[in-house]
């Protein structure tokens, strides 16, 4: 059995006391793999208890498991980021490099889902989601394009970063949030009648943001009020997770942030690397799997994820 590379105890930080309703006394910060350029887009594999995450800046999709340790699935990648599974059991990425959403389909095929909006090129999806009905609400901003080692470069076809709505069964697709300057993770509430979406434009914009907003989902299509819930620092918020009670799991650069559903921080869990995105996994959803700079944590929690 492949072991923990290191496993140290937990620092966590208490904003609130309903945070210590959520961590366990006794719990740990496991360090799982290391070896990528920028960890992100971690998603768990139920089947075998598995995680699957994308070293988005080294181009190559890996896996971690306690059997078998670190195992590159795809390379190249075409710098593949957010991933999630579809109802039927597939996983969907975001190619930042392809500038689409990708799906692998039972045969292990890869095959475009969407790539353009109104006829013009998407910018480089970045993270996703699957709702319950079995749309695709993904992020798009234009990292993949403006930044060397997140696409392949090119011209942003579209006038602005927005959030769409992807229905993969009739080929439809709708720009759902328009007012955001760089949206990047996503995550729906346990109703999904919210959307929490991370702008994270003050990382390469002087006068950018570094804040979660939330929209009310209408009629399970579209949004509306949004506004902002939590401004995140130090640094800047990247993927979202949220529990079973409605508790918001963000990254940031020294911690994962968790935020009670009225907007006021619990506290922090501390990672010695930046965070860029998360997962709940196990087999009971409560164990947090942290993709942060070079490598991939856990930590075991007292409440369980959705999604």
């Known amino acids: 059995m492949v072991k923990a590379i290191e496993t140290v105890p937990a620092v966590i930080e208490i904003d609130d006391d309903r945070m210590r309703e959520l961590i366990r006394p006794d719990a740990s910060l496991q360090k799982l793999a290391e070896g990528a350029v920028h960890s992100e887009g971690a998603v768990y594999v139920h089947e075998d208890d598995s995680i699957i995450w994308s070293d988005a800046h080294g181009n190559r999709l890996l896996r971690w498991s306690e059997r078998d340790g670190v195992s590159i699935l795809r390379d190249p990648s075409d710098y593949q980021n957010g991933n999630a599974w579809d109802l039927e059991g597939r996983l969907v990425s975001c190619s930042s490099g392809l500038r689409a959403?990708?799906?692998q389909e039972h045969d292990g095929q890869w095959q475009v889902l969407c790539d353009r909006y109104q006829g013009k090129r998407l910018n480089s999806p970045n993270d996703l989601v699957v709702k319950r009905d079995g749309?695709?609400?993904?992020?798009?901003?234009?990292y993949g394009?403006?930044?060397?080692?997140q696409g392949y470069g090119?011209?942003?076809e579209q006038p602005g970063s927005y959030v769409y709505r992807f229905d993969p069964v009739t080929g439809e697709m709708d720009a759902v949030i328009t007012d955001m300057l760089r949206p990047n993770g996503l995550a729906f509430s346990p109703d999904e009648s919210r959307l929490y979406v991370s702008d994270s434009s003050a990382f390469n914009i002087s006068d950018g943001y570094h804040h979660i907003r939330v929209y009310d989902v209408v009629e399970n299509c579209s949004t509306s009020n949004g506004r902002v819930f939590a401004v995140i620092n130090p640094g800047q918020p990247d993927g979202l997770r949220v529990d079973h009670r409605g508790n918001v799991f963000t990254s940031s650069q020294d911690s994962v942030q968790v935020y009670a559903p009225d907007g006021i921080r619990l506290g922090k869990i501390l990672v010695p690397e930046t965070v860029a995105n998360l997962a709940f996994g196990g087999h009971r959803r409560d164990r947090l799997m942290i993709a942060a700079g070079h490598s991939l944590y856990a930590i075991d929690l007292d409440t369980h994820?959705?999604?």
Do not use: S
């Open 154 to 156: 090119g011209e942003q």
């Open 145 to 149: 394009i403006t930044e060397p080692n």
């Open 135 to 142: 749309t695709i609400w993904f992020t798009d901003p234009p």
């Open 305 to 307: 994820g959705i999604q």
């Open 101 to 103: 959403i990708i799906r």
